[in-house]
Structure formats: C-alpha cells, structure tokens
C-alpha cells in the first residue's frame, strides 16, 4: 500500500543515496510528529506500510536518527572522492 512515488523516492535514498523530502527524513529518523505533519493523504494512510518496509526491507545502517541518514548520505560522496 505504499505509494508509488514514496517507495522511488525510498529505493533512490538506499541505492544512490539521494535524500528523500521532508516527511521521509521524519520517518527515516523516527520523528513521528513530523511525519505525520508533513504527510500527504497517500502517505498519512499508508504510514504504517512505510514503516514496516523500512525495519523490514531497508539496510539497518541508513535509518534511525538525522545523524546516521546525513552519515549515510555522506558516504557517498566520500566514496565518490575517492574515500574508502
């Protein structure tokens, strides 16, 4: 039941490491009051899918806090560097 344009933005954040909007980051960093006021009516309904799919599906390493979602992301263009 996750929209379709939540679950792209979730695969583009896990494979290219690409920051999802708003109402993701509050969801990707447990701030649930944040969630749910930036949540769409797709997402709002769906909350409860998104959040299954992230502890169930998405790498434990890339959720949990802003500061592992910005290290994640960070990564990235450390690797991109030339950063090991």
């Given at each position: 039941m996750i929209p379709d344009h939540t679950k792209a933005a979730l695969?583009?954040?896990v494979n290219d490491r690409?920051?999802?909007g708003g109402f993701l980051i509050a969801v990707l960093?447990?701030?649930?009051f944040g969630a749910v006021g930036r949540a769409d009516s797709q997402n709002?309904?769906?909350l409860g899918d998104i959040?299954?799919?992230i502890y169930n599906e998405l790498p434990s390493?890339?959720?949990g806090s802003k500061e592992?979602?910005?290290k994640y992301v960070e990564d990235r263009f450390?690797?991109?560097v030339g950063g090991e």
């Open positions: 695969d583009r954040y690409i920051l999802p960093s447990n701030d649930l709002l309904a769906a959040v299954k799919y390493g890339c959720w592992i979602i910005w450390y690797k991109m």
